[in-house]
């Protein structure tokens, strides 16, 4: 196992590493408190190829490894780490299902648009009932038949007869299961729902069955009865929007389920597992920044004559945030390894690094503020933002104690 950076890697990072010192930087503190979205970064940052890491060039990605994924998001978290949630969910929570489990039509219509970053996706699966008990979400999809008309079209709830047999004429009836669903529910927390434009969405098609009843669908806003809801107000990470989507009536075309009826929560289970590896990198690229900024801080600031940073105190804490880092780190690209070289063997491996470095992140965000004393408690510094900003990465993309158990399921096999 040899974790040294190609130089392709290499060059990713510090490309990646320049642009957010020299063009988010500058505006990170103004859009937190704007709570305003960085559409133009994004697109920049698109240019380089970072909204489709992981696309192969036939879908109009770069198709790098995982490992060169996380460096990107480490980079940009190092920065603006809602920035790097946002580049999260529209890489690896929204493409890599469809890359998975899409059909050509369906990659055609939506990959390279996504891949490239001309649109972006959003991950639908939380709902107010329903967080970490994925298999516990409410919203519903019926299969309906649509029945063209004079004044346009309208759907009809799809007949259970036999193909063929029904009263309402062929075009109704040639598929049993109807030809597009009509989805009710309310999904909370959803990321990049207000500038994305194809939404990932979980519905139960057959509520019976509980998690294997539910389906995955591609919805794009447009939709009728799609409809954006209220905007989170949240703690941190505020440049990274998050809105509740509320889903009435609306109409999905057949061709935009994803993968089989039934197939959803694999689906989302699986783009969460890969998902985390991302997640994980975001802490471990967040931390460093805070890191970076104590350095900083520990050389300039005096005190009782001296710089903070020659007194062993400030130097302890200095010291364990990198070693946590390290660490953390060292788990991140083990997993992205892993999943790049030897997927079968992944195992619990995303959800160590998840764990171990969302847990990280926020004891060394704890010492950074303490390190620049009262700057670090005002908005003016970095670290108050990356404090705040800091504290959902233990909750999102499942919680720890999730993480917990799934490493648990693991030990204890
Ligand atoms: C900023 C932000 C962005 C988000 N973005 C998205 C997104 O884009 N798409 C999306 O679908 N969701 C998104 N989420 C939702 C997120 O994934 C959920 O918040 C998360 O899965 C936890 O669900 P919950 O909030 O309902 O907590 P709950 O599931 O209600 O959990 C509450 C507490 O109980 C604990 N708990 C629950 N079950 C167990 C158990 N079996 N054993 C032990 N403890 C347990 C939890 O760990 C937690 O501490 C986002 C959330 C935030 C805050």
Redesign the pocket.
């Known amino acids: 196992m040899d974790f040294s950076l190609s130089d392709h890697q290499k060059l990713i990072r510090d490309t990646v590493r320049q642009f957010m010192e020299a063009e988010v930087q500058p505006t990170v503190k103004q859009r937190d408190r704007e709570e305003r979205f960085p559409a133009e970064e994004i697109k920049k940052l698109a240019e380089l190829g970072c909204c489709g890491m992981l696309v192969p060039e036939e879908w109009g990605g770069p198709g790098l490894d995982t490992l060169s994924y996380a460096l990107m998001l480490e980079e940009v978290a190092a920065v603006d780490t809602g920035m790097a949630?946002s580049l999260g969910?529209t890489n690896s929570?929204v493409q890599v299902p469809l890359m998975k489990f899409g059909t050509d039509e369906q990659k055609k219509k939506y990959l390279r648009r996504l891949a490239t970053g001309e649109i972006l996706g959003?991950?639908?699966?939380?709902e107010p009932a329903?967080?970490?008990?994925a298999a516990g979400i409410q919203s519903r999809a019926v299969a309906v038949s649509r029945v063209g008309s004079s004044l346009g079209t309208r759907t009809e709830q799809a007949p259970t007869l036999a193909p063929g047999a029904g009263a309402w004429g062929g075009a109704a009836l040639a598929s049993p299961s109807g030809d597009a669903y009509r989805l009710n529910g309310t999904?909370i927390?959803?990321?990049?729902g207000q500038v994305a434009e194809l939404f990932l969405v979980f519905a139960k098609t057959d509520p019976d069955a509980g998690g294997k009843g539910i389906t995955a669908f591609l919805v794009e806003p447009t939709f009728p009865g799609f409809k954006i809801g209220r905007h989170?107000e949240?703690m941190g990470?505020r440049s990274?929007p998050?809105v509740e989507v509320l889903l009435n009536d609306c109409e999905v075309p057949r061709e935009n389920r994803l993968g089989e009826e039934g197939q959803g929560l694999k689906i989302a289970l699986s783009a969460l597992d890969g998902g985390r590896i991302g997640i994980a990198a975001v802490a471990v690229g967040l931390a460093q920044g805070a890191l970076n900024h104590s350095i900083r801080y520990a050389k300039q600031r005096r005190a009782f004559g001296k710089a903070i940073g020659e007194f062993q105190a400030i130097q302890w804490m200095l010291a364990d945030m990198q070693t946590e880092i390290e660490a953390a780190r060292g788990l991140v690209y083990y997993a992205a390894w892993l999943k790049d070289t030897h997927p079968g063997k992944l195992g619990a491996a995303s959800s160590k690094a998840k764990l171990y470095a969302s847990e990280m992140v926020n004891r060394v965000v704890a010492k950074a503020v303490q390190i620049h004393g009262s700057s670090g408690y005002s908005r003016e510094t970095d670290v108050e933002r990356m404090y705040r900003d800091a504290r959902?990465i233990t909750?999102?993309?499942?919680?720890?104690?999730?993480q917990r158990?799934i490493i648990a399921r693991e030990v204890l096999k």
């Open positions: 949630t969910v929570a959003s991950f639908c699966l939380t329903a967080g970490s008990d999904k927390w959803v990321s990049n989170e949240k990470q990274s998050a959902v909750i999102y993309e499942g919680t720890s104690e999730i158990m």
